[in-house]
């Protein structure tokens, strides 16, 4: 996928050395030094995916992946942040970024979460694919190997979040926000519910791995 990435870093060395590495992958790359600057930018260029930086002169990086999520609630954010504390990556997540990264990173690394973002942009008909499970958008089927499925509309749309996000931590909030649209009758526990039937029913074989994992802390992860 040919994207269009903004990158919103205010270290002028780490913003062009993500625009080099990501023009390199054939996106199309904007840039901004400041929150403002990358707000104006993201309304005039409608980006698939932005790199934020948390620590901006002008205004904090929560405020600005807010802003994005409220102008562009599709738009990909992955966050670059130097704090590390639990506290703060649950902060960052609930306010809703979709992924983030600490600095400093591994270029690798930061090409393939970019990557892993841009796939849930582009493969709503696609064959999504962890271990030997299987869902297919187009006709709704899931199957764990060669054994077919049943999932009620619910189930279906969470395994198909955590399917377009394998290897990803996903809260709580996260959850709520993309199945439950944030609905405020839904509380969180709704969610350790919901994660329960689908563990039921696609982690009920005990001689198969297990792909629905907690995340002690966090909420869940897909991941073989």
Request: aromatic share 6%; hydrophobic share 35%; net charge negative.
């Amino acid at each position: 996928m040919n994207a269009i990435i903004l990158v919103i870093e205010d270290e002028k060395d780490i913003r062009d050395f993500v625009a080099k590495l990501l023009i390199d992958q054939g996106h199309t790359v904007y840039t901004a030094g400041k929150g403002i600057e990358g707000l104006d930018l993201v309304e005039k260029v409608s980006p698939d995916l932005v790199v934020l930086d948390l620590n901006l002169p002008d205004i904090d990086g929560e405020s600005v992946c807010e802003r994005i999520k409220d102008m562009r609630p599709e738009t990909q954010v992955l966050m670059l942040t130097a704090r590390d504390t639990s506290r703060d990556l649950a902060r960052g997540l609930n306010l809703g970024a979709d992924d983030y990264m600490t600095k400093p990173f591994e270029p690798e690394v930061l090409k393939a979460r970019v990557h892993a973002r841009l796939r849930t942009v582009d493969s709503d008909d696609e064959m999504l694919q962890v271990g030997d499970l299987t869902l297919d958008p187009k006709t709704h089927e899931v199957k764990r190997g060669e054994e077919s499925i049943d999932l009620s509309p619910q189930e279906y749309k969470l395994l198909h979040y955590f399917m377009t996000n394998p290897n990803q931590v996903l809260t709580r909030e996260m959850i709520i926000a993309r199945i439950w649209e944030s609905s405020p009758e839904i509380e969180t526990r709704v969610v350790d519910v919901y994660v329960g039937y689908l563990r039921k029913k696609i982690d009920k074989d005990d001689n198969k791995p297990k792909l629905i994992h907690s995340v002690r802390g966090f909420g869940y992860m897909l991941k073989e």
